[in-house]
């Protein structure tokens, strides 16, 4: 198992890098998207490390975080974070929704969503 835990953390990192890539290249929606992939991850990363067992198939930061007994661990601004970047793995998906984030997610935006989900990152990689 501490090798898939090792995966789960490997590929957080580099999505996390993909992220910093695609705001730089002014990508807003994948910055978005790839934030949540960093956090999907690491959760999945920890679950393993936790209960020995290969992570549940869902792509809910919530219940991740729950499972993987990092959700009460959490303060208010992490748990926050985890809301606001749930949707994006999903709407980034589909052309209904892909309108609506895009106007939602300027630069600005998705550079306080970054760090954010750095700090999120690096928090969780400590509790491993």
Wanted: hydrophobic share 35%.
């Amino acid at each position: 198992m501490k090798d898939k835990k090792e995966y789960w953390v490997d590929m957080a990192e580099y999505d996390l890098e993909t992220a910093w890539v695609m705001l730089k290249g002014g990508r807003y929606l994948y910055v978005g998207f790839m934030c949540h992939q960093v956090i999907e991850k690491m959760f999945k990363g920890h679950y393993v490390l936790i209960n020995n067992e290969n992570p549940p198939f869902t792509h809910n930061l919530r219940y991740l975080a729950q499972q993987s007994g990092l959700f009460e661990k959490m303060d208010e601004n992490q748990k926050d974070l985890v809301e606001l970047v749930g949707p994006l793995n999903i709407e980034a998906r589909y052309p209904t929704y892909k309108e609506k984030v895009l106007k939602a997610l300027s630069k600005e935006r998705c550079e306080y969503i970054l760090k954010r989900t750095e700090e999120l990152y690096q928090w969780t990689k400590n509790k491993l």
